[in-house]
């Protein structure tokens, strides 16, 4: 009757265009900048920090951090203090310097824990204390330049915070490059596997959703995506593994959920170059990526441009 055609006019009228990938992605994204996903990979570091991190309660000590705990937590913290965009390049000054912090108290604590032959923990309550500065770190850096968030959940961030990680080399190779004349791209001989092991041993030991551990978890193990030539890879290799593996996830969760939406990122008319598409058999279109045009535009949406003297970003409203 008429009130059904009305409502499937509705619902073809709230449908999402599924002409071309990425298409799910709402309007802001086409004015999200690096300084945006920045903010939310810090609140992330915090958030995960704050709330993930606790002692195992079946480890040798349930009310604190062991010896190999505090070894996979000092990786950890030691990659986001390395990787994160320092000062220099446009990161916020205060994150960086506490968790510079925290990883050589971190490394103090082994080294005590170690003299000792192996015994000692740091207890939970120290833990937290040990975090506060990086908290306040957060807040001020918000509070001097506030933007809005890209984010609706803790989820979102966390991939945030995983893509800025696994970006950092190609983009400070990248920088090297343009500072010596030379192509940006390429590999670096040093490989991944310090990166992937500190990422996937947090991830092993914290992911709080044990289904999304599970599956991430299964990935792994199934080497799936080339992990293994992407373990000793270059940077851009690091890059694309992380995005390969999200891109599938979202697939995943759209499939099982039904959603009509396609979130694969970025976005066909965000970049360009990074999609192509081809005419299959019985006239259907396939869509094809460009893993080098992706690999850029992650770059460019993850990673601060150069600073220009000692500017601040000004906090747009999206």
């Known amino acids: ?15 999402p265009p599924t002409d071309f990938p990425g298409s799910g992605w709402p309007g802001f994204e086409h004015r999200a900048t690096a300084a945006h996903r920045i903010q939310d990979a810090a609140q992330a570091v915090v958030y ?30 030691s990659l ?13 000054p205060e994150l960086g310097a506490a968790l510079g912090a925290l990883r050589r108290e971190l490394a103090k604590r082994l080294r005590n824990i170690e003299a000792a032959d192996g015994r000692g923990a740091l207890c939970l309550g120290e833990w937290r204390g040990l975090v506060a500065p990086v908290r306040g770190a957060l807040e001020a850096a918000v509070g001097r330049a506030a933007l809005p968030s890209l984010c609706r959940t803790e989820t979102c961030r966390i991939w945030t915070l ?9 983009a400070r190779l990248g920088r090297a490059e343009e500072a010596g004349g030379e192509e940006v791209g390429g590999n670096s001989d040093a490989g991944n596997g310090a990166a992937f092991d500190a990422m996937i041993a947090f991830l092993r030991r914290y992911f709080t959703c044990n289904s999304c551990r599970k599956h991430f ?5 199934a080497g799936m995506y080339n992990l293994a030539g992407a373990r000793v890879g270059g940077p851009r290799e690091l ?20 959603c009509k939406a396609d979130r694969r990122w970025p976005a066909a008319d965000v970049c360009t170059f990074c999609w192509g ?12 990526h ?15 441009r150069k600073p220009e003297g000692d500017k601040e970003i000004e906090a747009k409203e999206l």
């Not at 009757?1 to 449908?15: A, I």
């Not at 986001?80 to 916020?92: D, K, T």
């Not at 978890?217 to 193990?221: A, G, R, T």
């Not at 460009?290 to 601060?304: C, F, K, N, T």
């Open 162 to 170: 995983l893509h800025l990680l696994s970006i950092a080399p190609l």
């Open 80 to 92: 986001l203090a390395a990787s994160l965009p320092s000062a220099s390049e446009g990161g916020p």
């Open 277 to 288: 598409s081809r005419v299959g058999p019985g006239g259907k279109v396939a869509h094809e």
């Open 48 to 77: 995960t920090l704050e709330e993930w991190v606790v002692p195992s309660i079946a480890g040798p000590s349930p009310h604190g951090f062991a010896y190999k705990e505090l070894l996979e937590l000092q990786g950890w913290v």
């Open 239 to 258: 890059a694309l593994w992380w995005w390969r593996l999200h891109t599938a996830v979202s697939a995943s969760v759209a499939k099982e959920g039904k």
């Open 1 to 15: 009757g008429e009130e059904d055609e009305e409502e499937e006019k509705k619902d073809q009228e709230e449908e």
């Open 217 to 221: 978890l299964q990935q792994v193990d």
């Open 290 to 304: 460009d893993e080098a045009a992706i690999a850029s535009e992650l770059v460019r949406q993850y990673w601060p």
